[in-house]
């Protein structure tokens, strides 16, 4: 069966758990959410995100590991009261002053025969006598058969009992919300803004009876592959191994011109008249070096850094190539600049920003201009 949920991005899922469980705080409502989306598309991230941003302690069961007596317990018998008890789990959690995620995953992978047990929890809170106390959230989440994942149908009984968000990778989303914020490889940032239609293939590669597909845990992988391995030939057989081979040559070649052209320490310290001859004159090299700013602001380098991004928009009067004019720089340094200063907040830097040259010229600029 398909499902006919809306489809959100993964910072949408965010946003409306963190509603659910708002709503949950307040005595409004209490349900149980599934996070239906291809494998590598986020769902995990999404509820770890929450569980830090609500401060609570994260329980992960991974569904397809445990037998339906994981949940359940132990039973021992009860000599005096000559009844059968149960040994509950200490995987579930039941302490009612710690807000709690109780993350259900790869729920529609679990075996069937886990999931008469699963109902209770989704819908009345409770195993056997355990109930879940007030500050108990719940997400599920899973991948479908068309996936081309190890994955069941879910039944009604089953959906019934939980909201249902079907989770699709969308590539202006990952990158303001995911990638950028954490801080991956500034080539890979660069080459899904420039490339979105690869942030995830899966549906390409099952249809093409690929074994391997680009999904944006993927692409989190590759970052850490560009991090740790300076070896040009070796770093790219593991990108291949990651992204596949197609996908992986076209990447190559990006990043051998971001190396080649982006030096972002170097044009820090580089006094104005040498900064300018040091801008990559193509569209990803310039991606990634907003993104490589982005990435090395702090309170230290902030003057030199919002310098550099405000030469962006006036690169077409300061360069010859023909390339700067055919490139949307303003759009480029706006972009950027949004980038920035989201970080810039996050860090304490914005009176820095507004009492900065460069970045109120560029504001007034943008003021003049109706923007």
């Known amino acids: 069966m398909s499902v006919n949920a809306m489809i959100v991005s993964a910072g949408e899922a965010l946003e409306v758990l963190r509603a659910g469980w708002q ?4 005595g409004q409502m209490t349900a149980s959410y599934m996070l239906h989306g291809r494998p590598g598309v986020g769902k995990t991230q999404v509820i770890e995100q929450l569980a830090a941003e609500i401060g609570a302690r994260l329980f992960d069961l991974r569904l397809t590991t445990i037998e339906p007596q994981d949940l359940r317990g132990l039973p ?3 000599h005096e009261a000559q009844k059968t008890k149960w040994y509950r789990p200490e995987d579930l959690p039941d302490d009612p002053a710690q807000p709690s995620i109780l993350f259900l995953d790869e729920l529609t992978a679990a075996s069937p025969m886990l999931q008469p047990t699963v109902y209770g929890l989704l819908q009345e809170r409770r195993v056997g006598r355990h109930r879940l106390p007030g500050n108990v959230f719940i997400v599920a989440a899973g991948n479908t058969v068309e996936d081309g994942a190890i994955a069941y149908q879910m039944n009604t009984a089953l959906s ?3 909201i249902h968000l079907h989770v699709q990778a969308a590539a202006t989303d990952w990158l303001d919300n995911y990638a950028v914020p954490k801080g991956l490889h500034a080539t890979v940032v660069a080459f899904i803004k420039t490339r979105p239609d ?3 293939t ?7 009876g690929q074994l391997i597909a680009t999904t944006p845990r993927s692409w989190e992988r590759v970052s850490q592959i560009m991090g740790a391995v300076a070896e040009r030939r070796l770093r790219n057989v593991l990108i291949a191994g990651t992204v596949g081979d197609a996908v992986a040559a076209e990447f190559a070649l990006i990043a051998d011109d971001i190396a080649a052209t982006v030096q972002v320490q170097e044009m820090l ?3 104005r008249k040498d900064r300018i001859g040091l801008y990559p004159a193509s569209m ?7 993104y490589g700013l982005i990435g090395v602001l702090d309170a230290r380098n902030a003057d030199a850094v919002i310098d550099c991004m405000a030469e962006i928009r006036q690169l077409a009067r300061q360069r010859p190539e023909e390339a700067f004019q055919r490139m949307p720089l303003g759009e480029l340094c706006t972009y950027g600049f949004e980038g920035l200063i989201r970080k810039g907040l996050d860090l304490g830097l914005g009176e820095r920003f507004l009492g900065h040259e460069a970045y109120r010229s560029y504001a007034a600029e943008r003021k003049a201009a109706g923007l």
């Open 269 to 271: 310290e580089a006094s």
């Open 202 to 208: 899966t549906e390409r590669a099952v249809a093409e």
């Open 160 to 162: 019934d009992r939980l």
């Open 76 to 78: 021992y018998y009860d």
């Open 284 to 290: 990803h090299g310039l991606n990634a070096l907003i």
């Open 23 to 26: 709503a949950q705080q307040a």
């Open 198 to 200: 690869l942030l995830d």
